[in-house]
């Protein structure tokens, strides 16, 4: 079995090509705001519905007009930017027909536009552009040059599009990758059932917890100081934008150890375990806010913000996106079920009531007396709801 997966790489450009990466990721800024403006406008004056194949058709005239400008870069990574603004207009529709909250897209700003795609590679990219060399690996980029990449594993599977993101200082290239192969376990005779939690990051079914580390709280001292810097400088000194990079560093180096975190405690699961059920969680709507409205104000405010700040810290989406590419990846069988009432049900007699959830971590069942941690016994629910669904669509 192949699956498509991506390869991120740390690049290290030198000065000269830094200032190019910043330029090209400007100018497709502008080429982006300039598209969405184009849309707004003709749809504004003359109700006229402007799409991707009528900008895309209009590039090789604004690329002519801007020849040491727009006519640097790739016209294949123009046209993504372009197809990049179309999928946010095709998402905005889609939630207008289903009711949701339509977030119309929206400029963006000087450090909201990270990324630039070339979607083939070979055309106005080339990955390993010099593959002659002995030690080192370098992706070439038109309008840039070659750049070196500090490749830390081997590239598997075949390069299909190369994408360019800048993290705060660094810069990393993104290799989207098909028929990279699968590399399957063998059979560990086992199956258990998860519960995501705050306490511990994971609880699984036979009893185990995998810690949760907390890495934002951890670091709360450090940002504070950081942010109490930054609320003290003057907006568009150089001061103010080196504390801006500071507290960035903090937060993306929360963001690497979650990551690390995540990965380790799933590549754990999938290697002890041939079938893993999870709950669907609406992470969403579990971390949205109680502050209410003026006329119609929340309750417990402090303490919702508080669980929101445990949830988010965790990583449940992270983790739960990892651990079903690793699943994938080892062939094991990964099942979401519905986390309604799987908390509040007792593992041994099927009563569900909310005083069998005696505090967070403890269960005590007023029908029958079990007792349990609660964390083991909702996942043991989540374990058999998990057993039930596979059976009924082996028997459909």
Same mark, same amino acid.
């Given at each position: 079995?192949?699956?498509?997966?991506?390869?991120?790489?740390?690049?290290?450009?030198?000065?000269?090509?830094?200032?190019?990466?910043?330029?090209?990721?400007?100018?497709?800024?502008?080429?982006?705001?300039?598209?969405?403006?184009?849309?707004?406008?003709?749809?504004?004056?003359?109700?006229?519905?402007?799409?991707?194949?009528?900008?895309?058709?209009?590039?090789?005239?604004? +690329?002519?007009?801007?020849?040491?400008?727009?006519?640097?870069?790739?016209?294949?990574?123009?046209?993504?930017?372009?197809?990049?603004?179309?999928?946010?207009?095709?998402?905005?529709?889609?939630?207008?027909?289903?009711?949701?909250?339509?977030?119309?897209?929206?400029?963006?700003?000087?450090?909201?536009?990270?990324?630039?795609?070339?979607?083939?590679?070979?055309?106005?990219?080339?990955?390993?552009?010099?593959?002659?060399?002995?030690?080192?690996?370098?992706?070439?980029?038109?309008?840039?040059?070659?750049?070196?990449?500090?490749?830390?594993?081997?590239?598997?599977?075949?390069?299909?599009?190369?994408?360019?993101?800048?993290?705060?200082?660094?810069?990393?290239?993104?290799?989207?990758?098909?028929?990279?192969?699968?590399?399957?376990?063998?059979?560990?005779?086992?199956?258990?059932?998860?519960?995501?939690?705050?306490?511990?990051?994971?609880?699984?079914?036979?009893?185990?917890?995998?810690?949760?580390?907390?890495?934002?709280?951890?670091?709360?001292?450090?940002?504070?100081?950081?942010?109490?810097?930054?609320?003290?400088?003057?907006?568009?000194?150089?001061? +103010?934008?080196?504390?801006?990079?500071?507290?960035?560093?903090?937060?993306?180096?929360?963001?690497?150890?979650?990551?690390?975190?995540?990965?380790?405690?799933?590549?754990?699961?999938?290697?002890?375990?041939?079938?893993?059920?999870?709950?669907?969680?609406?992470?969403?709507?579990?971390?949205?806010? !109680?502050?209410?409205?003026?006329?119609?104000?929340?309750?417990?405010?402090?303490?919702?913000?508080?669980?929101?700040?445990?949830?988010?810290?965790?990583?449940?989406?992270?983790?739960?996106?990892?651990?079903?590419?690793?699943?994938?990846? !080892?062939?094991?069988?990964?099942?979401?079920?519905?986390?309604?009432?799987?908390?509040?049900?007792?593992?041994?007699?099927?009563?569900?009531?909310?005083?069998?959830?005696?505090?967070?971590?403890?269960?005590?069942?007023?029908?029958?007396?079990?007792?349990?941690?609660?964390?083991?016994?909702?996942?043991?629910?989540?374990?058999?709801?998990?057993?039930?669904?596979?059976?009924?669509?082996?028997?459909?």
């Amino acid at each position: 079995m192949a699956v498509r997966r991506s390869f991120k790489f740390l690049m290290r450009p030198t000065r000269h090509q830094e200032i190019a990466l910043a330029a090209c990721l400007e100018d497709h800024r502008q080429l982006y705001n300039a598209a969405l403006e184009h849309r707004r406008t003709a749809y504004r004056k003359a109700c006229v519905t402007i799409r991707y194949g009528d900008q895309s058709g209009e590039l090789k005239h604004i +690329r002519a007009d801007d020849p040491g400008g727009q006519a640097r870069w790739s016209f294949s990574s123009q046209q993504a930017t372009l197809r990049r603004l179309d999928k946010a207009f095709r998402a905005f529709f889609d939630r207008v027909k289903q009711g949701r909250t339509p977030g119309f897209p929206r400029f963006k700003g000087k450090g909201w536009f990270d990324t630039a795609e070339w979607p083939k590679d070979g055309d106005g990219c080339r990955w390993d552009s010099q593959p002659g060399h002995p030690t080192v690996t370098f992706v070439r980029l038109q309008g840039i040059g070659h750049v070196r990449v500090h490749q830390h594993r081997r590239v598997l599977g075949t390069v299909k599009t190369i994408s360019v993101k800048r993290e705060g200082s660094r810069w990393y290239v993104v290799l989207s990758c098909d028929d990279v192969p699968a590399r399957t376990l063998p059979a560990a005779a086992a199956v258990a059932g998860i519960d995501m939690g705050v306490a511990s990051l994971v609880t699984t079914s036979d009893g185990e917890h995998l810690d949760n580390p907390r890495h934002l709280a951890a670091s709360a001292d450090r940002l504070a100081v950081a942010q109490r810097d930054l609320s003290r400088k003057k907006r568009g000194s150089k001061r +103010r934008r080196k504390a801006v990079a500071r507290v960035a560093a903090l937060h993306a180096k929360v963001r690497r150890q979650r990551l690390d975190g995540a990965h380790k405690a799933a590549l754990a699961l999938v290697g002890a375990y041939d079938l893993i059920v999870h709950e669907d969680l609406r992470i969403a709507n579990m971390t949205r806010s !109680a502050s209410g409205t003026i006329e119609r104000p929340g309750c417990n405010v402090a303490r919702k913000a508080g669980l929101n700040r445990s949830i988010l810290d965790a990583g449940w989406g992270v983790f739960l996106t990892i651990l079903s590419h690793k699943a994938e990846s !080892a062939g094991r069988e990964l099942i979401a079920v519905d986390p309604r009432n799987t908390s509040r049900t007792c593992a041994r007699c099927g009563h569900c009531a909310k005083e069998n959830r005696t505090t967070q971590a403890e269960f005590a069942c007023s029908a029958c007396g079990h007792t349990a941690h609660a964390d083991v016994n909702a996942a043991i629910n989540i374990l058999r709801a998990g057993l039930a669904l596979r059976e009924a669509a082996e028997a459909a």
